[in-house]
Each structure stands twice: as C-alpha cells, then as structure tokens.
C-alpha cells in the first residue's frame, strides 16, 4: 500500500513488461512472496511472517527472505524474537538478506542485519562509491559490519498505483512514458533485493548450497572497496555474474 515493498519486488525478479525489458529484475523467473507485516516505519507482524514462511517453506520453495526493514542501532541480541526467527530459518537452509539501515552513522546499523546467520547489506551508488546514507557499523566489533554493498543508489522499478513512496521520483530519463510505471528510490532497502535476487541466481544454479555457502561465495566474488573499511562497506560491492 505504500509502493515500497512493489519496488523492492521489481528489483528482485521485475519482468520489466512496461519498460520493453529495460527495467528487469535480477532475477526475473523467481518465484516471489509477498508478506504484509506493517506499514512505513511501523513493522508489527514480522515474528508471524517468518512463521509462515517457516511453516510453508517446502511447499512454496521458500529458499530466500528479503527484509528491506529495520531499525537503528544496538547490539546482537540472540534473544530477539527476529534473531530468533531468522535463526529457524537458517538452519532450515533459508537465507535471509536484511538491509543495514539509512541513518549513515557509526555504530548505528540496524541489528537485525548484523546477526552472524544473516547477510547485512550496505547501499552503494552505480560508481562503487559507499553511499552516505548507509549505515556503518563498529570498528573493531565483530559482528557490527555489513557483509556486502550492492546498488541503493537511483534504483529504478517498479512504481506501484498507490504511488506512495514514489511520489517524488521524477520524470523517467530513459523514456517519459515510463514514468507512470517505474519510479526511482534510494536506500538499502534497494540494495537488498539485489543481494536476494543474485542469491536467487545462484540457488537457481546449484540448489543444494547452504546459507554458508551461498554467502562465501558472494564474498570472495565482490570487487574490492579500499577506500572503505569492512565496519563500512563490509567485504566489498557484490558482483553477481563473478558469483
């Protein structure tokens, strides 16, 4: 109802239908779920969804969650009921993708993202630059850094009817017929269905990889940020075809 979770979605597997394929998602066959669990910056029913989708994961073929949503600051709780569901998830083989927050200060990433089982996700720009929004974790802090930077910058998708969050993109620069259609948004909320979509390609590839794995691979296949720290931009900008 506010447009978000529709761009979030189009980034992930979008068939770009409306824009003649310009604006697919990264992974456009993937089969996708849709979970209300709130609205803006009120999550309410997130325990109930990852239930769901713990209780319904073999026959849906549920394999990745994408949690653009958070909040600031903290530190690991293991005791969380998020930590704890993401956690279930986890040792079921399921992946969950969290953004690591907008607010772009230090030690002050959202700490659902910063879980050792999760994957956090910083936002960059198209340049590789760390955006200055995205938020940094610790130095030093074992736990308080993202795992990986992909796109959040100017990220075109899908603009749902309700127009909502995407009521200020402007005129579309490829094609101004778009612009009904397709919006821009920044933030690691965009950045973390890229990370889900790309996951989605390598499950697709080999779907006996493990959460683990999945994530090491992703790891050793980014290109390197060096003028930015692991606390800030985590191992580096994601790389889905290296993957």
């Not at 609205?39 to 549920?62: C, R």
């Not at 850094?145 to 127009?163: E, K, L, Q």
């Not at 969050?165 to 259609?181: D, F, H, R, Y």
Request: glycine share 14%; aromatic share 8%.
């Amino acid at each position: 109802s506010s447009g978000h979770g529709t761009h979030v979605a189009g980034t992930i597997g979008g068939l770009g239908t409306l824009s003649d394929g310009h604006y697919r998602g990264v992974a456009p066959d993937v089969g996708l779920i849709g979970l209300g669990s709130g609205e803006a910056i009120s999550i309410l029913t997130a325990v109930q969804s990852y239930n769901w989708v713990i209780a319904n994961h073999e026959e849906y073929g549920i394999r990745v969650v994408s949690n653009s949503w958070g909040t600031s600051g903290g530190e690991l709780d293991i005791n969380n009921p998020i930590n704890i569901a993401s956690y279930e998830a986890y040792k079921l083989g399921i992946i969950s993708v969290f953004a690591a927050g907008n607010d772009g200060g230090y030690d002050i990433m959202n700490p659902y993202s910063i879980a050792p089982w999760v994957i956090g996700v910083a936002a960059g720009d198209k340049s590789m630059n760390l955006a200055g929004f995205s938020s940094r974790g610790k130095d030093g802090d074992f736990y308080k850094h993202p795992d990986i930077t992909a796109p959040g910058v100017d990220i075109y998708a899908a603009r749902c009817s309700c127009v909502g969050v995407t009521a200020t993109s402007l005129v579309n620069p490829v094609n101004p017929e778009w612009t009904a259609t397709y919006a821009s948004l920044d933030g690691t909320s965009m950045a973390t269905p890229h990370v889900s979509g790309a996951i989605a390609l390598l499950l697709s590839e080999n779907p006996q990889l493990s959460p683990d794995q999945v994530l090491d691979i992703l790891i050793e296949t980014t290109t390197p940020m060096p003028d930015y720290a692991l606390f800030e931009a985590g191992h580096g900008y994601l790389d889905a075809l290296g993957a």
